[in-house]
């Protein structure tokens, strides 16, 4: 059921005529979500924290929604200022993609001792290298090959995206324990996909998964625990948040499409941005997945 519903949505063309793309946006289809309540625990001084972070500070400007076939799952819509969103994109760029993160472009050895990515990708219009980066992994660094995350293989995690998780974590009243200790942060170009699998490799599968989108829209498919489930499909824009807790944290999920703006439509965060991060978002989709990873003794 996975695997043919990813294939249908990886060939499709157009959202228009996808009537079982679930859109957030559209009107609140009662039988599929439920609006969500945030902690009532809120003061002043959060007001400015959630600020700091780039975060809408009036919690009745949040929407969030159980998401009701997929038990756990939470979808909060876009949920950051235009300017955070710009400033988070940023990081996403220039700041995670330094040393001592790791880079798939790590393993050809293309940039020399000090260098880091986004410069020299922009030094003479270095298209092709610009294209060529995949993934950043923060904190823990999660191997591609084992799936075993080791106390030798671990950076800092960035403080900033520690608290904007457990910010978000405990807006959801989900824990107040949550650690964030490693990410993935996705560089998706238009023609790049994310096939179905399950986050399994953390020691601690109880805590939640929090998963981050900017730039470029794209279909997020969702399943249950077995590839025969049929998996729901939900449109992601720039900003969208997904929480993946409880029983949906060890679901099948992946991305079978990212979705290019149509010509007369602009970007959906609001302020545009310079070059020539400008130019970079108009072909890219970032995607920060954060997990916590050990459990807490
Ligand atoms: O890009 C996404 O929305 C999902 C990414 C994901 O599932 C992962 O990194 O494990
Ligand atoms: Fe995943």
């Known amino acids: 059921m996975f695997k043919e519903r990813f294939k249908f949505y990886k060939h499709i063309n157009s959202l228009e005529q996808q009537s079982d793309v679930i859109d957030f946006a559209n009107e609140v289809n009662t039988d599929f979500m439920k609006p969500k309540k945030l902690t009532s625990e809120f003061s002043n001084n959060d007001k400015e924290i959630l600020d700091d972070l780039g975060l809408k500070s009036d919690l009745s400007d949040w929407n969030c929604y159980d998401v009701l076939n997929i038990p756990g799952l939470i979808f909060i819509k876009n949920p950051f200022t235009s300017t955070g969103q710009k400033c988070w994109m940023k990081r996403c760029i220039v700041d995670y993609t330094r040393k001592p993160n790791r880079l798939n472009i790590d ?170 991060f400008k130019s970079y978002m108009q072909v890219t989709r970032i995607n920060i997945n954060v997990r916590q990873v050990n459990n807490i003794v």
């Open 107 to 276: 393993a050809h050895h293309i940039l020399g001792d000090g260098e880091d990515w986004w410069s020299i990708a922009n030094k003479n219009g270095n298209i092709k290298l610009r294209d060529q980066l995949r993934w950043a992994t923060l904190g823990y660094h999660h191997n591609w090959d084992t799936k075993v995350y080791s106390e030798t293989a671990k950076s800092e995690f960035p403080k900033e995206l520690s608290k904007l998780s457990k910010t978000i974590i405990n807006l959801l009243q989900l824990s107040d324990e949550f650690m964030a200790e490693a990410a993935i942060v996705n560089f998706y170009h238009p023609a790049s996909t994310l096939s179905g699998h399950t986050d399994h490799s953390e020691y601690n599968l109880s805590a939640p998964l929090l998963s981050i989108s900017f730039g470029l829209s794209a279909i997020f498919l969702i399943g249950g625990r077995s590839l025969d489930d049929k998996p729901s499909a939900i449109l992601l824009r720039s900003g969208d948040v997904i929480v993946m807790s409880k029983e949906s944290r060890l679901c099948y999920h992946g991305v079978p499409k990212v979705l290019l703006p149509k010509n007369d439509q602009h970007f959906n965060y609001d302020n545009e941005m310079e070059d020539p």
